[in-house]
């Protein structure tokens, strides 16, 4: 059915008229603000407004894309896992990784942009992703202080994504949490081994440590006040919490496992406050927050050129696959 077109809203002085809006738009733009006062549900197929479909598409592929880069530190150590059981544990949780980037990609297709649109982007460099994966994984510890802080601070950040009002988004983060949740133990569980070993191997805990809280506490983004799509993605229910929260949240949750782990978190600052019953965390250096994310990090350019590389890689399986779809398509139009 054909839209009527209503007339533009008057506007009072100088001001541009405001754009015209359809029937359809005005009656979907009614449900939608519905559905998220209820917080309830949107579905791929629902009117939703531009700048919604914009930010989902954007925040999604930024959290895609950092599941494949993601992949890289911990791959880098399978050879060199010290038993074949951590080899076979990492190697799982490696895969774990890309499927997490595929079920995000399927969730972001369903708002109409193409997988291949958003890899180009990030093989081009246009999008982001998360800051963590651009530090050097440089002993057997950090693939604790990995599993235990950055997907510690990933499942503080997503539980709260479960509840997106993107049905799509949420429904994958719902799976992807409970395996975080196994990576995070796993991490743990290599820290705890390694405190409780010789004074070498605590001390490479200790030093994993050292390097991964502050990067891991930036995980959660800038601060509020300067966090420009917060306030909008709260209204709209797809962040539930914003920055800061969780970022709180998150030290409040470490600072007793670290006293399980028998490991001090390196913050001078830190402090519980009576008054609030949380706990402050020291200032972060926000300067190397945003060079990081500006591709100025220790391994920006690494990370970057090994997924070209795996992309240019993997030329021949897309082809294959594509050949084989043809074939597949003859079969069903000869049938
Ligand atoms: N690294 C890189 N960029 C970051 C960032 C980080 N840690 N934190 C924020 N940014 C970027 C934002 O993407 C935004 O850039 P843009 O406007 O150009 O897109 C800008 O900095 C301003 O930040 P905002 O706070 O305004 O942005 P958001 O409202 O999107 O909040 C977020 C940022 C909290 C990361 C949010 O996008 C989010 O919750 N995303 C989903 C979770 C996610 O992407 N996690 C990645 C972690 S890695 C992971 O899960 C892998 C696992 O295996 C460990």
């Known amino acids: 059915m054909a839209a009527a077109k209503l007339q533009p809203v008057p506007t009072a002085g100088n001001e541009a008229p405001a754009p015209e809006r359809s029937a359809e738009d005005i009656a979907g733009q009614a449900y ?9 549900r949107i579905e791929p197929k629902d009117w939703m407004p531009a700048a919604y479909r914009k930010t989902l598409v954007r925040q999604i592929s930024q ?11 911990e791959a880098n150590w399978i050879t060199r896992a010290p038993s074949l059981k951590r080899k076979a544990i990492l190697m799982a949780k490696v895969q774990d990784e890309a499927g997490h980037g595929l079920y995000l990609y399927s969730a972001a297709e369903t708002l109409g942009t193409p997988r291949d649109v958003l890899n180009q982007q990030l093989l081009d460099g246009k999008a982001k992703y998360s800051s963590i994966f651009n530090y050097p994984a440089r002993s057997w510890a950090d693939m604790g202080a990995i599993g235990w802080l950055v997907d510690g601070a990933a499942i503080a950040n997503q539980v709260p994504l479960c509840r997106a009002s ?9 799976r992807i949490c409970k ?10 569980e290599i820290l705890l081994e390694l405190s409780h070993g010789t004074p070498e191997q605590k001390q490479m805990a200790q030093d ?69 019953g949380q ?57």
């Open 32 to 40: 939608f603000d519905r559905i998220i006062a209820e917080d309830s």
């Open 63 to 73: 959290h895609a894309h950092s599941e494949i880069i993601g992949m890289q530190p």
């Open 166 to 174: 993107y049905g799509p988004y949420g429904r994958a983060m719902v």
């Open 179 to 188: 395996e975080e949740s196994f990576h995070q133990r796993q991490g743990f």
């Open 208 to 276: 994993a440590v050292d390097r991964f809280y502050a990067p891991a506490l930036m995980m959660f983004g800038p601060p509020d006040d300067d966090s420009p799509n917060s306030k909008q993605s709260m209204a709209w229910n797809i962040k539930r919490f914003s920055n800061d929260e969780l970022r709180q949240r998150f030290v409040g949750m470490i600072v007793e496992q670290a006293k399980v782990l028998g490991l001090t978190l390196p913050d001078p600052e830190l402090r519980f406050d009576e008054e609030t």
């Open 279 to 335: 706990w402050i965390h020291m200032e972060l250096d926000w300067q190397e927050f945003k060079d990081v994310i500006a591709g100025r990090g220790p391994c920006n350019a690494q990370r970057m050129a090994r997924r070209r590389e795996a992309h240019e890689d993997g030329t021949w399986v897309r082809e294959a696959a594509r050949a084989y779809a043809e074939k597949q398509l003859k079969k069903v139009g000869a049938a």
